[in-house]
């Protein structure tokens, strides 16, 4: 595997060891605000949209970004700022939510290939695989019906074989030409508190909210401990976990689009030459057509 991932403040350690509570949630001194920070994610995903279209041309690497996030951390917003003005035939957008019957007669991970990204293009997975480690490790009682052959009274090393079996899965998409990046989105307690209440003031924001949203907040601290977990297992070079400070949007979605932006540039990606034989006849086709 050739790609490793760029550095970045938020990348989260690959020997493990990372701490959630140490993360921060908000922007650094002096880089958050609204203005700056949407100014720049624009001249980003303007450059988004040229690197696609070389990643399209160039048609041997994909590019798969997985986001996570507690409830109203916001990932809908996060993919709809970054990914707006890119070619909409060059990404493919997957929102995953409770399985299916038909999902549930396969493995955990049968929903999620079913939606891998074609080489040239961008996926986009609204949460993933990773609810399987996440609200599943959170609500146990979930594991009944998923129609699983045996699941053991002691979970530790049950949640391991999950991680092993999404590492395993990763190295293959990597070493097949699939370059993951993969976001958490850290939002704060308080913050999350604060964009329900906004969604109770507002008419037009009252579709998205749910009420098991709010009864979920009482497991906040079992949600904090799995994603510490699933983090630590599960970042690589090849597919690494960023956690992106959350509580500030303008600055979340500059950053996400940043990350993306610096790891595409890093590809050894280019638009085809032509072969110098069919490049000779360009001149000849030229007179043909000028002359039509």
Same mark, same amino acid.
């Given at each position: 595997?050739?790609?490793?991932?760029?550095?970045?403040?938020?990348?989260?350690?690959?020997?493990?060891?990372?701490?959630?509570?140490?993360?921060?949630?908000?922007?650094?001194?002096?880089?958050?605000?609204?203005?700056?920070?949407?100014?720049? %994610?624009?001249? =980003?995903?303007?450059?988004?949209?040229?690197?696609? %279209?070389?990643?399209?041309?160039?048609? $041997?690497?994909?590019?798969? =970004?997985?986001?996570?996030?507690?409830?109203?951390?916001?990932?809908?917003?996060? !993919?709809?700022? #970054?990914?707006?003005?890119?070619?909409?035939?060059?990404?493919?957008?997957?929102?995953?939510?409770?399985?299916?019957?038909?999902?549930?007669?396969?493995?955990?991970?049968?929903?999620?290939?079913?939606?891998?990204?074609?080489?040239?293009?961008?996926?986009?997975?609204?949460?993933?695989?990773?609810?399987?480690?996440?609200?599943? $490790?959170?609500?146990?009682? !979930? =594991?009944?019906?998923?129609?699983?052959?045996?699941?053991?009274?002691?979970?530790?090393?049950?949640?391991?074989?999950?991680?092993?079996?999404?590492?395993?899965?990763?190295?293959?998409?990597?070493?097949?030409?699939?370059?993951?990046?993969?976001?958490?989105?850290?939002?704060?307690?308080?913050?999350?508190?604060?964009?329900?209440?906004?969604? =109770?003031?507002?008419?037009?924001?009252?579709?998205?909210?749910?009420?098991?949203? #709010?009864?979920?907040?009482?497991?906040?601290?079992?949600?904090?401990?799995?994603?510490?977990?699933?983090?630590?297992?599960?970042?690589?070079?090849?597919?690494?976990?960023?956690?992106?400070?959350?509580?500030?949007?303008?600055?979340? %979605?500059?950053?996400?689009?940043?990350? !993306?932006?610096?790891?595409?540039?890093?590809?050894?990606?280019?638009?085809?030459?032509?072969?110098?034989?069919?490049?000779?006849?360009?001149?000849?086709?030229?007179?043909?057509?000028?002359?039509?």
């Amino acid at each position: 595997m050739d790609f490793q991932a760029v550095n970045s403040p938020y990348l989260v350690p690959y020997q493990g060891g990372q701490t959630v509570s140490d993360l921060s949630t908000i922007p650094p001194d002096g880089q958050g605000g609204k203005k700056k920070n949407k100014s720049v %994610r624009k001249d =980003l995903v303007s450059e988004l949209y040229e690197l696609q %279209r070389v990643l399209y041309a160039d048609d $041997r690497y994909s590019v798969l =970004l997985i986001f996570q996030a507690m409830d109203a951390g916001g990932k809908d917003s996060t !993919i709809r700022s #970054v990914l707006t003005g890119v070619n909409p035939a060059g990404f493919q957008v997957y929102s995953f939510k409770v399985p299916s019957a038909e999902e549930l007669d396969h493995d955990f991970l049968w929903r999620t290939s079913k939606r891998l990204p074609e080489r040239g293009r961008i996926g986009v997975f609204n949460r993933s695989y990773y609810e399987e480690v996440l609200v599943v $490790r959170v609500h146990t009682g !979930i =594991l009944d019906g998923q129609k699983l052959p045996s699941v053991p009274d002691d979970l530790t090393g049950f949640w391991q074989e999950r991680y092993n079996s999404i590492l395993d899965h990763e190295e293959h998409l990597a070493k097949n030409g699939t370059i993951i990046l993969k976001f958490w989105l850290n939002v704060s307690k308080q913050e999350q508190k604060n964009r329900f209440l906004s969604r =109770l003031d507002k008419p037009e924001k009252h579709w998205k909210f749910s009420v098991g949203d #709010v009864k979920e907040r009482m497991y906040w601290d079992s949600y904090m401990h799995a994603y510490q977990e699933m983090i630590n297992a599960t970042s690589r070079p090849w597919a690494p976990w960023y956690a992106i400070p959350a509580d500030d949007k303008p600055y979340m %979605r500059k950053t996400v689009a940043e990350l !993306i932006v610096q790891n595409l540039r890093a590809l050894d990606i280019a638009y085809p030459t032509v072969d110098p034989e069919e490049k000779a006849r360009f001149d000849e086709m030229r007179q043909l057509l000028t002359g039509e």
